[in-house]
């Protein structure tokens, strides 16, 4: 049974930084690229980032890009994503989710990835 366990959300100041983690169990972690995505209330899930299985290929949505880092390790089977410089925007669920690497979906359509974590919350408040 495959599963993709988030942790390290929370509730930062504007400014602050977390840094999420993604752990998998079930699968061969390095046939997969991972991605991060999130949901605000309200609104669809949208595309943060995503990772190659080998950790050379990395892509950020343009909101995030440059105060986002996307990295993993193939050895611990986990993805991380260091969030810097939060804003009140990134208020939202975010997910980690797999992609497998025969797939010829596009990285930033949630319907490309097989499977998916539960989710943690990030609120980023004064």
């Known amino acids: 049974q495959v599963q993709l366990v988030e942790s390290g959300g929370g509730l930062v100041q504007p400014g602050g930084s977390l840094k999420l983690s993604c752990t998998a169990s079930?699968?061969?972690?390095?046939?997969?690229?991972m991605g991060w995505f999130r949901q605000a209330p309200g609104q669809e899930r949208e595309f943060v980032a995503n990772i190659r299985w080998s950790d050379i290929s990395t892509n950020y949505a343009d909101s995030v890009k440059g105060r986002f880092t996307i990295s993993r390790d193939n050895a611990k089977n986990t993805v991380y994503l260091q969030m810097s410089s939060l804003k009140p925007e990134d208020t939202a669920v975010y997910y980690c989710?797999?992609?497998?690497?025969?797939?010829?979906?596009?990285?930033?359509?949630?319907?490309?990835?097989?499977?998916w974590g539960q989710g943690t919350q990030v609120t980023v408040s004064s």
């Open positions: 079930g699968l061969t972690f390095s046939r997969y690229a």
């Open positions: 989710a797999a992609y497998y690497f025969g797939n010829s979906g596009s990285y930033k359509a949630p319907s490309s990835y097989t499977y």
